[in-house]
Nanobody, 125 residues
Framework: QVQLAESGGGLVQAGGSLRLSCAAS????????MGWFRQASGREREFVAG????????RYADSVKGRFTISRDNAKNTLYLQMNSLKPEDTAVYSC??????????????????WGQGTQVTVSS
């Protein structure tokens, strides 16, 4: 089992940047594919970005391609999401998640087994 805790959210103006972190407990972090999801008020949760267990493969939602970068440091048991050129429509609660899948980078939340509590990101116009 792995426990996840996000940090780094906050209030930023449009065009600004934030870096989210997701700290994982346990010694098996490197065996999980990881993902970032977000849920805006009144909307369904959506996939933002994912990374394979090795870090060799990444996947992004079309809405964030070219602006967000997902990365991981397995030595530090930490997942990151660098968010640049933020837009008001990026406002949401961002959560990290861990998947036991060893092939590919899942985009469906149903393929993730463990979730963090989330961190609020608010982008003002």
């Amino acid at each position: 089992q792995v426990q996840l805790a996000e940090s780094g959210g906050g209030l930023v103006q449009a065009g600004g940047s934030l870096r989210l972190s997701c700290a994982a407990s346990g010694r098996t972090f490197s065996s999980y594919a990881m993902g970032w999801f977000r849920q805006a008020s009144g909307r369904e949760r959506e996939f933002v970005a994912g990374i394979s267990w090795s870090g060799g493969s990444t996947r992004y939602a079309d809405s964030v391609k070219g602006r967000f970068t997902i990365s991981r440091d397995n030595a530090k048991n930490t997942l990151y999401l660098q968010m640049n050129s933020l837009k008001p429509e990026d406002t949401a609660v961002y959560s990290c998640a861990a998947s036991r899948l060893r092939v590919g980078v899942p985009a469906s939340g149903s393929n993730y087994n463990y979730w963090g509590q989330g961190t609020q990101v608010t982008v003002s116009s």
